[in-house]
């Protein structure tokens, strides 16, 4: 019914440094974990995100089981890549990718939003181990990262630096200054990758402030522009290796999404944007991802 709890080999393997590249198989079936924990540890909290975090999960595994050279054992280990989420409100998914990676133990999801728990509402260096910057205000995390690597470059280093972004974010001016900053400077190791699930908080993006022609807008930028099905894992990974193999320009990965992707009461509809569900309401999210609240939280638990 549900994926086999992380067995000795994999748990090792998630530690280990460096990038894992784990087949299409297995990434696959990991996202579908990914979307189980989410549900799972909304519906303990009763609070936070759901429809962004789920239409995150296929290119976040992507990402963080084959993309990205990270030691989670060691979280500042000096040679890995950089990565950040600047919609820091989409920390369901970033907390799973993170425990699932083995940044710290699943059971920490339990205590999600919790004062006992170091897993706050939005990303927060100070608490919770692998965080590199704290988030919330949308729109500075693309400048942050053009730090980065602009540092990485002073310093010689060969890191990769990956921004993920949100698609109404896009409204943000900060955003297109930071475009222009690493096209001018050929920030060449740095990726950034948009959510594009179509919706925001108030509802579609398009009749909030329209971002179309956005693959054109970016290019106009000087970017690299690479447009995927953002729950294609194989594209999503082609998209990867393209923009690894670019040089000269920054990459952006506009990964086309569901909001809610996995959830049908959920798939494509605004308003669960920045709600949880119910407990009711997850059990019936957790059986169609095959499981149940009671199977999904016990292995949370014990882990």
């Given at each position: 019914m549900s994926s086999a709890?992380?067995?000795?080999?994999e748990l090792e393997a998630a530690h280990r440094s460096g990038r894992l590249e784990w087949p299409v198989e297995r990434l696959t079936a990991k996202a579908l974990d990914i979307r189980r924990d989410i549900v799972t540890l909304l519906s303990k909290s009763q609070t936070g995100h759901s429809g962004g975090p789920l239409s995150c999960a296929d290119f976040g595994t992507a990402l963080f089981f084959h993309e990205l050279n990270i030691d989670p054992a060691n979280p500042r280990w000096p040679e890995r890549d950089y990565w950040h989420f600047s919609i820091g409100h989409v920390t369901p998914v970033i907390y799973s990718l993170m425990a699932e990676r083995g940044y710290f133990p699943l059971r920490d999801l339990m205590k999600f939003r919790t004062f006992e728990g170091h897993a706050q509402g939005h990303p927060s260096a100070h608490d919770t181990p692998g965080i590199e910057v704290s988030a919330g205000s949308l729109g500075q995390g693309l400048s942050v990262c053009n730090g980065v690597a602009m540092?990485?470059?002073?310093?010689?280093?060969?890191?990769?630096?990956?921004?993920?972004?949100?698609?109404?974010?896009q409204q943000e001016g900060q955003i297109w200054e930071a475009a222009m900053f690493a096209a001018h400077y050929r920030l060449d190791h740095l990726c950034g990758i948009i959510d594009y699930n179509h919706k925001q908080i108030d509802g579609d993006v398009e009749d909030i402030m329209g971002v179309k022609p956005l693959a054109d807008k970016w290019r106009s930028f000087n970017w690299n522009v690479i447009e995927c099905d953002g729950h294609d894992i194989p594209g999503i990974l082609r998209s990867f290796a393209a923009a690894r193999a670019h040089g000269?320009?920054?990459?952006v990965i506009i990964a086309d999404t569901v909001m809610g992707r996995?959830?049908?009461?959920?798939?494509?509809?605004?308003?669960?944007?920045?709600?949880?569900?119910?407990?009711d309401q997850?059990?019936?999210a957790l059986q169609e991802l095959g499981t149940s609240y009671a199977e999904w939280s016990a292995r949370l638990l014990a882990h």
């Open positions: 709890a992380p067995g000795a080999a540092g990485a470059r002073i310093d010689h280093h060969p890191r990769r630096i990956y921004c993920v972004m949100g698609d109404g974010e000269g320009r920054p990459s996995g959830v049908s009461y959920m798939a494509d509809d605004y308003r669960w944007h920045g709600k949880p569900p119910k407990p997850a059990e019936t």
